[in-house]
């Protein structure tokens, strides 16, 4: 069974820094894509980044420069998935959740939530003054 578990995420003070990460497991797909997505209080589902197994990465604008998303993959197959975010804003809080699913090019899209078949429970990460 496919299982995707993400850390604790947490309070930060504007501008600061916060790296969440999801272990996923038993991911069987050949090639695969990952994301993060995040929803904040009264807006829409929002794809933050994605990576593919290659490597290849594509952000939203509002993160571009300021969050990395990054993957480590070990030999038992298991792949954690980081986000690292850098000068966190206000609007950059929200409920984070990552996903996977099979290969899809992330190079010139975000792929939409629709395109993922797994998703982690969420971990919530709150931007304080």
């Known amino acids: 069974e496919v299982q995707l578990v993400e850390s604790e995420g947490g309070s930060v003070q504007i501008g600061g820094s916060l790296n969440v990460s999801c272990i996923i497991s038993?991911?069987?797909?050949?090639?695969?894509?990952l994301a993060w997505y995040r929803r904040a209080p009264g807006k829409e589902r929002e794809g933050v980044a994605a990576?593919?197994?290659?490597?290849?990465?594509?952000?939203?604008p509002s993160v571009k420069g300021r969050f990395t998303i990054s993957q480590d993959r070990q030999d038992s197959g298991k792949i954690t998935l980081y986000l690292l975010m850098n000068n966190l804003q206000f609007e950059d809080t929200a409920m984070y959740t990552c996903?996977?699913?099979?290969?899809?090019?992330?190079?010139?899209?975000?792929?939409?939530?629709?395109?993922?078949?797994?998703w982690g429970q969420g971990t919530q990460v709150t931007v304080s003054s």
């Open positions: 990576i593919d197994k290659d490597g290849h990465m594509n952000y939203a």
């Open positions: 038993e991911l069987r797909y050949p090639g695969y894509t």
């Open positions: 996903a996977a699913g099979p290969y899809i090019p992330v190079t010139k899209v975000i792929p939409p939530p629709s395109w993922y078949n797994y």
